[in-house]
């Protein structure tokens, strides 16, 4: 009886706004279980969890809605005019993250595709790039990637480039990653781009030799 294959572990990573929920999306639909460390994040600092004190005595009661939940919006923009926050808030989260992400990824139900696509914004940054057989940089051009930031958050085109300026540049984590999908905002292409790349993964680490 032959050995069940190693789930295969790929990391989806880019800059804001470059289109890494739709790069999930497309392995979705190949049959693919999908994580996303924003979410995973949003849950570890939600009332009654380890992150959501250690938030709040970083930033004050100021970002603490009537509903008790935290006010994202709140928390991003003071972070984009005082970076040390954002280093704070990491060293806080970042721990949280990743050990409920490598829960979820253990415990995940599989079915036919023995492989697992995650969403991870700073996976350079953080250096997790070794925790995955496989890394993806979803890139596109730096002035689509401001635009689409200031439409998604409701900033202008100055704030979208301030939140850029604080990640790590996309070349620098292109050089890093196996492969890159290039987003140019047409759907279609980018599911036809993740379908031609899984394949590829697919022969490398999925494929029986006898």
């Known amino acids: 009886m032959m050995k069940q294959p190693d789930i295969?572990?790929?990391?989806?990573?880019g800059s804001a706004g470059s289109?890494?929920?739709?790069?999930?999306?497309?392995?979705?639909?190949?049959?693919?279980?999908t994580l996303d460390c924003d979410q995973i994040a949003r849950e570890v600092v939600s009332p009654g969890r380890k992150g959501y004190p250690g938030v709040v005595k970083i930033f004050g009661r100021q970002v603490v809605k009537p509903d008790k939940t935290l006010d994202r919006a709140k928390l991003r923009n003071m972070m984009v005019d005082r970076p040390e926050l954002r280093r704070q808030l990491e060293a806080l989260l970042h721990p949280l993250i990743f050990e409920a992400l490598f829960h979820q990824m253990q415990t995940a139900?599989?079915?036919?595709?023995?492989?697992c696509a995650v969403e991870v914004p700073?996976?350079?940054?953080?250096?997790?790039?070794?925790?995955?057989?496989?890394?993806?940089?979803?890139?596109?051009?730096?002035?689509?990637?401001a635009k689409r930031i200031a439409a998604r958050d409701g900033v202008g085109l100055e704030d979208a480039q301030?939140?850029?300026?604080?990640?790590?540049?996309?070349?620098?984590k292109i050089a890093q990653s196996d492969h890159v999908i290039y987003n140019?905002?047409?759907?279609?292409?980018?599911?036809?781009?993740?379908?031609?790349?899984?394949?590829?993964?697919?022969?490398?680490?999925l494929t029986r030799k006898y």
């Open 162 to 172: 301030k939140i850029l300026s604080l990640q790590m540049d996309q070349e620098k």
């Open 122 to 145: 700073l996976l350079f940054e953080t250096g997790m790039q070794n925790a995955f057989d496989v890394v993806v940089t979803v890139a596109a051009p730096d002035d689509v990637l």
């Open 19 to 33: 289109g890494k929920s739709l790069v999930l999306k497309a392995f979705a639909s190949l049959g693919l279980v």
């Open 184 to 205: 140019q905002g047409m759907t279609n292409e980018v599911f036809e781009s993740v379908a031609d790349m899984y394949a590829e993964i697919k022969k490398q680490f």
């Open 109 to 115: 139900v599989y079915g036919r595709e023995r492989a």
């Open 8 to 13: 295969v572990k790929i990391g989806v990573t």
